[in-house]
């Protein structure tokens, strides 16, 4: 089963740069797949951020982000990045990278994190003030 690594979280200041990273483990591919990115801060259930779908011809955004982020896939890596631009102290959260198989589906069904068959670990953007 195709495991997702996420990599590039940090401690960045308010209107500050990070570009997340999700492979996938162990040299295997997930082309085939549609890719998301969820995050969840403190107390807080897991929000939807974005998704791209295996073709790369399909993209959503939540209105919180829109404009912001990026999020874009690179088939011959294998990877999967998200762009965060003019970072907020609200986007501080742990931020996780999902997988699930085809693209045929509309986006309310992507921005529900109960789609996604295959989850990252996790990693951590903290923005401060």
């Known amino acids: 089963q195709v495991q997702l690594v996420e990599s590039g979280g940090g401690l960045v200041q308010a209107g500050d740069s990070l570009r997340l990273s999700c492979a996938a483990a162990?040299?295997?591919?997930?082309?085939?797949?549609?890719m998301g990115w969820f995050r969840q801060a403190p107390g807080k259930d897991r929000d939807f951020v974005t998704v791209i779908t295996w073709s790369g011809r399909r993209t959503y955004y939540a209105d919180s982000v829109k404009g912001r982020f990026t999020i874009s896939r690179h088939k011959t890596e294998n990877t999967v990045y998200l762009q965060m631009n003019s970072l907020k102290p609200e986007d501080t959260a742990v931020y996780y990278c999902a997988a699930v198989p085809g693209e045929g589906w509309g986006g309310s069904f992507y921005r529900n994190q109960a789609s996604y068959s295959l989850w990252g670990q996790g990693t951590q953007v903290t923005v401060s003030s």
């Open positions: 162990s040299g295997r591919t997930f082309s085939r797949y549609t």
